[in-house]
Structures are given as C-alpha cells and as structure tokens.
C-alpha cells in the first residue's frame, strides 16, 4: 500500500543469544528468531517504507527482497505504523508503562559480578531458597505478631517513615528482579522492568512473556523467583533491624510482608494464581490434579461471591455517603474526595468481579468436560 510505513520494533530489543538460541525481548513481547532474522533485524532501519526495506535488503545481496519482506511481516519482525486510536492514547495516558531498569544494564551488572546465571540455576537454587524461606518464616512472624514483638523504638518523625516507604519500594524492586534473573536462568533471558499506574497506585512490572515456552519447573521458578529474592531482602533488613536497633527496619519489613501475602494470595491475578495455573497445566492428565482443580474452583467461587458482597455493602455506603455530601456542602469539602475515590475502586472491583463469574464459568465448564459421567451444568444463559 502505497505511503505504509512499517516499523522494525524488535531493532531495539534486548537481542539474546542463549545455548543455540536467539530471541528478542521487548517491553510486552518475546520473539524467537533464527540467527539470519536477528541478523536482518540489527541491520534494518527502525522504519520506513516497503520500497526503503527491499532497497536495503538488496543491498545486502540477498535473494528474493520480496519474499524477506514479506516473511518479516509474517512474524511480526515488521508490524504496520498505526495513528494511535483515541480509546489507546487515553490508556497511555492512565496507565502509562514506563522502563526503569533495562536488562541491558542487569546483564552489565551481573557480567560485572562474575555470575552465570543459567550455570547458577542448579547450583545456587536450593542454597538461595533455604536464605529465602528464612527470611520470609522470620518475617511474616513479625507482621503477624503485632507490634509487641518487634524492637520497643518508635519511629522518630516524618523522615523515618519516608524511609520505611523507601525500603518497602526497594523491596518491590527486588521482587521484580527476581522475576528477570529467573527468567534468565531458565533461558529466556534478562528482563525489562517497569512501572505502570493501576487504578491510582503504582506498581511495578516485569514481562515474562515466553514463560509457556519453558519446562514447568523453570515456570515455576519464574513465577516464585520475585519472593526469592523479596525473601533474602526481608532477611537483610531483620538482620538491620536487630544490629541496629532502629524501628524503621522492622516496620519496613511488615510493610512488605503485606505485599507478600497478597501477592500469594491465589483468589487474585498475582503471583500465587499464575504458580498454580502453572502447576496445575503442568499436572493436568494427573487424577490427583483434577480434585485439586476442583476444589480450588469451589473456594475461588465461595471467595468470589464473598468478595462481591463485601462490594456490595461498600457500595451501598457510598451511596448513603454520598446522600449525606449531596445535603451538607461541609461534608463535601471535607470528605467528599474520600467519597468519590473509594466509590471509584469499589466500581473498578465491581465490574472485575463480573468478568471473574464469567472465567468461573468457562473454567466449570471445563472440569466438566475433563470428568466423564459428570452431571451436565445448567447453561446460566439459557434459562
């Protein structure tokens, strides 16, 4: 078509070669490429028209420019430049994505240090995980306990609680890191993480895409690889907190085994759901792993419908909240954006939990279909 533009976005990719392999990894993707293709991809310009991509493959003395072209576009080496829609730029804009940490710099880094990670991965596992679970036993003691058990040293002011915010976002960072460098160890290179906004709070993020790729123990490690690390940061910060006396440690350690616990927490899309989708794949023809299934479905199903009531009774309240602003323009200024934000989220999770029932659904539907001589299930719709 005349005037297209396409873009070769995987020329600045994070590029690996990986035991025979080569893949590119971008902010969201991962791409397995043949040698020649990585090849055509570092030397391609990063746009341009049909016309300038078969001039410079020419150039090159290759046969057939047309059908390189053409088999780029296929694999998506070579994607059509879009005006972005209105909906798109809006999302952009809400949520945007937002490099931090390249795995150019982690690979510098870890050459720096001397490490191979994917020689590292049986060697060093079993070592790393036992720090780690010690870590995370000693901290979720602490924040379970209350504050009776941790250092009698109150927080000093404002600055120490800035800290405490401090370590508690480092400790995020190191989750994630733990992602990249399992992601490394399985074979699939270091990779980028960011940060996003969801809803209003930030959050970071580390692509694994290409995790379905690998052998489910590497999955498994990839999906648990953010608390091996979290868990020898935790240790770190009690050893401080213990050495030192100071509070701030040890409240930045409950701060962050907050996160931890929802992150396991296998009701939602975190960490704890994509190790037992994993597992559960992984098992699948298992008889075992079809009760296991079945029973997590009936508890994520009681845990659903509780957490839809509970929104329930929150919206409800916001309604009589919101009453109340609507008859006193005091309460509207002093509480009113309290009002409105909280209204917000239980919204965004009322509508969430909607899309939950209908994954529900098709995951019954599913089992059912995986249990001969079951009863058939009543088709909701229908009736």
């Known amino acids: ?143 379970l306990a209350g504050n009776q058990t941790a250092i009698p040293v109150s927080l000093a002011g404002h600055s120490d609680w800035i800290y405490v915010f401090l370590l508690a976002l480092a400790g995020g960072l190191v989750h994630e890191l733990g992602h990249s460098f399992a992601a490394a160890a399985a074979g699939i290179g270091l990779r980028p993480i960011g940060l996003s906004v969801y809803l209003i709070f930030p959050v970071f993020y580390t692509n694994v895409s290409g995790i379905e790729t690998v052998p489910l123990r590497d999955k498994a490690l990839i999906d648990s690889g953010g608390f091996l690390f979290q868990g020898i940061f935790l240790l ?54 079809k009760v296991v299934r079945v029973v997590y479905l009936s508890a994520f199903t009681v845990f659903s419908v509780y957490f839809l009531w509970r929104l329930g009774v929150g919206l409800s309240d916001i309604l009589d909240r919101l009453g109340k602003m609507a008859r006193s323009s005091g309460d509207l200024l002093s509480h009113g954006y309290s009002t409105l934000l909280w209204g917000y989220f239980l919204v965004i999770g009322f509508l969430a939990s909607m899309r939950r029932f209908q994954e529900i659904r098709q995951e019954w539907e599913e089992v059912r279909r995986h249990f001969p001589g079951s009863m058939p299930m009543v088709d909701v719709k229908a009736r």
């Open 236 to 289: 770190l910060l009690l050893f401080a907190a213990s050495l030192t006396g100071y509070f701030l440690f040890a409240e930045a350690v409950r701060w962050i085994m907050m996160l931890v616990f929802f992150n396991l927490n296998p009701f939602f899309k975190t960490d704890g759901y994509w190790l037992y989708k994993d597992l559960q794949a992984g098992f699948a023809k298992n008889q075992l792993a």
């Open 1 to 143: 078509m005349p005037g297209t533009i396409y873009e070769n976005h995987l020329k600045s990719a994070y590029l690996v070669s990986s035991e025979g392999e080569s893949f590119a990894i971008t902010a969201a993707s991962f791409y397995r490429l043949s040698d020649e293709t990585m090849g055509l991809v570092a030397t391609l310009p990063a746009h341009g028209s049909r016309d300038m991509f078969l001039k410079q493959l020419s150039e090159l003395d290759l046969n057939r420019p047309e059908e390189i072209f053409d088999r780029l576009v296929a694999i998506g080496a070579l994607t059509k430049k879009h005006r972005p829609a209105p909906g798109a730029i809006l999302k952009r804009i809400l949520s945007p994505r937002i490099r931090i940490i390249a795995p150019q710099i982690q690979e510098s880094v870890v050459s720096f240090l001397g490490v191979n990670l994917l020689a590292a991965k049986g060697r060093w596992i079993m070592v790393l995980a036992g720090i780690s679970l010690v870590g995370l036993l000693w901290g979720a003691f602490l924040a």
